[in-house]
């Protein structure tokens, strides 16, 4: 025998109660008719009927009720479960994008200490190269000094601490030493005002190789003097013997006079 379904078996115990109820209801209606003492079996029979029927409706409409009700329990419940895997997937995507906000701040982290390192043997490195521009500027000719002089006046003193940005620091020193640099590289002529001795000044023509060596001589040839680059400045003494060679070579980078050999007093350290 083929086992019956537990719904339909439900819905057939459901329906066997309702008739029970309404035979009983039947019965009960019946007797307190007959204990009443009712004449018209017709009519009590009519009322007892539509009483039965208005059980029934009465049944019909709770149990429409409970099935409606269920559904929209069911649909509300469903509801919950869905934001509750939706709030859950939200979750999980927030983990995740925590863990990745770690790792990434993690990274940073280490990159910083990396720049930190990096940016403090830069501080020592620009500090050891303005010390170095610092004790070169005295040995330069006068006229590279006043050349790099606005770039010079922002090296920070010995032991002082700078305002400037490693950036701008580098920067600074790179100006000065190009300039320096190529400087060095050319030979100038130069006009200047300078003590030719016995108390006296004139205005000289300066000749200057590069960083290391000049000459001058007086207007009228009759002073001249070497000089060379030391720690303190450019160091100069009187070289009066030596005013033709050193006018004639002044003359010829003036283009006063063609080019040729011309004898002059050097010292190398």
């Known amino acids: 025998m083929k086992p019956?379904?537990?719904?339909?078996?439900?819905?057939w115990l459901r329906s066997g109660a309702l008739a029970l109820l309404a035979g009983s209801t039947l019965m009960a209606l019946g007797q307190r008719s007959r204990a009443q003492g009712d004449d018209d079996p017709v009519a009590s029979?009519?009322?007892?009927?539509?009483?039965?029927?208005e059980t029934e409706r009465l049944l019909s409409k709770e149990k429409?009720?409970?099935?409606l009700g269920r559904e929209s329990l069911n649909e509300r419940i469903g509801l919950v479960e869905r934001e509750i895997a939706s709030f859950q997937e939200r979750i999980e995507e927030a983990k995740g994008s925590i863990a990745e906000a770690d790792k990434k701040r993690e990274e940073l982290m280490a990159e910083n200490e990396r720049l930190k390192e990096a940016t403090s043997s830069l501080v020592d490195t620009?500090?050891?190269?303005?010390?170095?521009?610092?004790?070169?500027?005295?040995?330069?000719?006068?006229?590279?000094?006043d050349?790099?002089?606005?770039l010079s006046q922002r090296l920070p003193e010995e032991g002082a601490e700078s305002k400037d940005s490693l950036s701008v620091r580098f920067q600074n020193v790179v100006g000065i030493l190009s300039q320096v640099n190529k400087y060095h590289r050319e030979i100038h002529?130069?006009?200047?005002?300078?003590?030719?001795?016995?108390?006296r000044q004139a205005e000289v023509a300066t000749l200057y190789l590069g960083l290391s060596q000049g000459y001058y001589v007086s207007n009228d040839g009759t002073a001249a003097g070497r000089g060379t680059s030391t720690a303190d400045g450019f160091e100069w003494t009187p070289q009066n013997d030596a005013a033709a060679e050193i006018a004639e070579a002044i003359r010829i980078m003036k283009s006063e006079a063609p080019a040729s050999f011309v004898r002059l007093p050097i010292t190398i350290q």
């Open 4 to 11: 019956q379904c537990p719904q339909r078996r439900s819905t």
């Open 45 to 53: 029979s009519r009322t007892v009927l539509e009483q039965w029927v």
């Open 189 to 199: 002529v130069e006009t200047e005002v300078r003590d030719i001795g016995g108390g």
């Open 64 to 67: 429409r009720d409970w099935v």
């Open 126 to 145: 620009i500090a050891a190269l303005e010390g170095r521009v610092r004790a070169l500027l005295p040995r330069l000719p006068e006229p590279i000094q």
């Open 147 to 150: 050349k790099v002089k606005p």
